[in-house]
């Protein structure tokens, strides 16, 4: 018998972003199934919803939505009591509890938490500066930054601080190269918050090895010759203890794991 196939339908009245997160962080959980995702974005209107209805109808299967405006979500519900299908808002228990807290019923502004605030526009900053501060670039300017990641080659530097930087975080990264001291300038600042990311020495040559052939790159064998890697690593650690700083493992995080136990750090040094 083949795996069965269960439809999923995410709904919203604006970019997906809300409940595309929300699956995505519930359906790891069942990743032996195999889930058709069907995307409706932007459903703002009755013939918008009509055409998410068709959809559901062509292809049964579990609803999940963000509407705020109250014609439009009762319309999907009753077509979904209709065709026998569960439907399930992800902001409802959220928003019931915030009624409660606040003694009274929240706004229905469709998108309002895209809206081009300062928020938003110190994201925008942020990103230029971890591209214009990414792997060792104008180290004069990582003075200034809120947080700067040090470790070797293939250590998730690059695309963590991105994701800070979606965070409104002003992160930059120096890269550990064997021989080359890093300046004295840049680690005597007392405004970043250091951060040394490692890996496991088998895992790290690993990766460089797969890059090297992806790359077909004629780079020094020492870059994937795991007694070298073995050394890198251990000579990070090393500078990590000698400056204090806190150290994170990445070989079993992914990029968001490991932002967020920085942003952790970054808050709790704050706290003080």
């Known amino acids: 018998m083949p795996d069965q196939i269960y439809d999923l339908h995410l709904v919203s009245d604006s ?4 409940v595309s997160g929300i699956a995505r962080a519930c359906l ?3 990743d032996e199934e195999t889930v058709n995702e069907h995307f ?7 013939g918008q919803i009509n055409r998410v209805i068709d959809g559901i109808k062509a292809a049964p299967g579990l609803v999940v939505f963000t509407l705020l405006d109250p014609l439009i979500r009762s319309h999907l519900e009753q077509a979904c009591r209709e065709l026998g299908v569960p439907c399930v808002s992800t902001l409802d228990p959220v928003m019931d509890a915030l009624a409660k807290m606040f003694n009274r019923e929240g706004g229905h502004e469709i998108g309002r938490q895209h809206n081009l605030d300062e928020e938003y526009f110190d994201r925008i900053e942020a990103m230029h500066y971890a591209m214009a ?3 060792g670039q104008s180290l004069g300017g990582l003075t200034a930054a809120d947080i700067v990641l040090i470790g070797v080659s293939r250590t998730s530097k690059t695309p963590t601080c991105m994701y800070l930087a979606n965070r409104g975080l002003r992160a930059g990264n120096i890269p550990l190269v064997p021989g080359i001291e890093l300046p004295d300038s840049v680690l ?3 405004k970043p918050l250091f951060v040394g990311l490692t890996r496991e020495p088998k895992s790290l040559t690993d990766i460089r090895q797969s890059r090297l052939r992806l ?3 004629g780079r020094d064998m020492d870059y994937a010759d795991v007694e ?3 050394e890198e690593v251990a000579s990070s650690r090393r500078l990590f203890r000698k400056h204090g700083w806190p150290v994170i493992d990445v070989t079993r995080k992914s990029i968001e794991e490991t932002a967020a136990s920085i ?3 970054y808050n709790e040094r704050h706290a003080l």
Do not use: C, P
């Not at 970019?15 to 809300?18: A, F, P, V």
């Open 133 to 135: 501060h990414d792997d």
């Open 188 to 190: 005597e600042s007392d």
């Open 215 to 217: 790359m077909n790159e």
């Open 40 to 46: 409706w974005w932007l459903v703002r209107t009755a």
């Open 15 to 18: 970019s997906g972003e809300t």
């Open 228 to 230: 070298f890697v073995k």
């Open 263 to 265: 942003i952790q750090l």
């Open 28 to 30: 790891v959980q069942y």
